[in-house]
């Protein structure tokens, strides 16, 4: 059988396959209004597409614990019950596919407050619905964006609320996974890195110290998440800088941490903490970070960057370089990947009765 058709249990919940969708953002919800932050019939039909073209798990996109710790204004988020309610709509229809329901759980920390990526992605202010972003240090995280509000140690233990509530309605929303959003230059890795965290207290400096924040949000969220269902962790295995920067040591140390204090999967991507850093992209330029994750530490992995064809992934696999491959850009461009990648590998995946025709 194909590496990548094989399931892949963890803790009670097997996934059907190895074909997995990451959080990508639509920025698609209502900015304002009731409706805030919930998903609408865009979100339903975009992830339910996946989800008949055979994807064994899907992650939703980046979704705020609070307002202010969404992307955009235009971010889905889950800090009411009106958003659990429409989530429940897209948790069942996966769970009907076969697919095992994901969710992102996020804070953007001083990336936060900004325009649609096909608007530009700037910062926006109060008249686009905008906010004043938080950090761990008052540092912009660019030219032209704002300086962030130094979160007291009073906010950093509201913000490690949030997130609990958060993943207490993720688990009324029907969602069998949850993942803690640590990469790509929001809230937790801002706290992670040197590069973003300049505090003096029991909050930044040392490594322990600067780990301190993520693994007080880890723990609060394996509190209230049941022991049967899996919890990942997205990390930036580096910060792509040559000093003063987060680093593949500081990852595979870090897995370790992340693997005592109760996650089951560390998914592997790069970048985003820093502006301006040249980043080497190619097919798979980021597999050999988790690859490395799984090599020295026993905590599963998955991994993610231009993974675009059947028998890269099908290798990836195979190799033992991770446990599962995340398809971003190629799931955009192609709902039936999954099927289509089993047909050309020989491997089993879920096709809908009214799709049978195309089998």
């Known amino acids: 059988m194909s590496a990548l058709f094989e399931p892949y249990a963890l803790r009670e919940v097997t996934i059907p396959n190895r074909v997995w969708m990451p959080p990508m953002c639509q920025y698609s919800a209502a900015p304002e209004g009731p409706d805030t932050g919930a998903p609408d019939d865009w979100h339903f039909a975009h992830y339910g597409a996946r989800a008949a073209g055979g994807t064994g798990l899907i992650v939703v996109e980046a979704t705020g614990v609070s307002p202010e710790g969404r992307i955009s204004p235009w971010d889905l988020g889950i800090w009411n019950d009106t958003q659990v309610e429409a989530f429940r709509r897209i948790t069942r229809f996966l769970v009907s596919q076969g697919t095992v329901p994901a969710i992102q759980l996020a804070h953007a920390g001083r990336k936060a407050s900004t325009d649609r990526p096909w608007k530009g992605g700037a910062p926006v ?36 609320g949030q997130f609990a509530d958060a993943a207490r309605r993720a688990l009324a929303a029907g969602f069998e996974i949850a993942e803690i959003h640590g990469a790509h230059g929001y809230l937790i890795n801002e706290f992670l890195s040197p590069h973003s965290n300049h505090r003096t207290d029991e909050y930044g400096g040392s490594y322990e110290n600067r780990t301190r924040f993520a693994l007080q949000v880890v723990d609060a969220v394996r509190a209230v998440w049941p022991q049967d269902k899996p919890l990942f962790f997205r990390i930036s295995a580096t ?68 993974i675009t064809e059947a028998e890269q992934a099908e290798k990836i696999v195979a190799n033992d370089e991770a446990d599962a491959v995340l398809l971003g850009r190629e799931l955009l461009r192609n709902p039936s990947w999954a099927r289509h990648a089993a047909r050309e590998l020989g491997g089993d995946v879920h096709v809908p009765d009214q799709y049978h025709r195309s089998v």
């Open 125 to 160: 202010g109060p008249d686009s619905y905008g906010w004043q972003p938080m950090a761990p240090s008052a540092i912009p995280f660019a030219d032209g964006h704002p300086v962030p509000t130094e979160l007291t140690v009073d906010g950093i233990q509201e913000v490690v």
């Open 239 to 306: 910060d792509w800088l040559e000093q003063d920067g987060w680093t593949a040591d500081d990852t595979v140390r870090f897995a370790a941490d992340l693997k005592a204090h109760g996650i089951d999967l560390l998914d592997v991507s790069t970048g985003g903490n820093a502006s301006g850093v040249h980043i080497p992209v190619g097919p798979g330029y980021q597999v050999p970070f988790a690859a490395r994750v799984k090599a020295e530490t026993s905590l599963p992995v998955a991994a993610v960057g231009l």
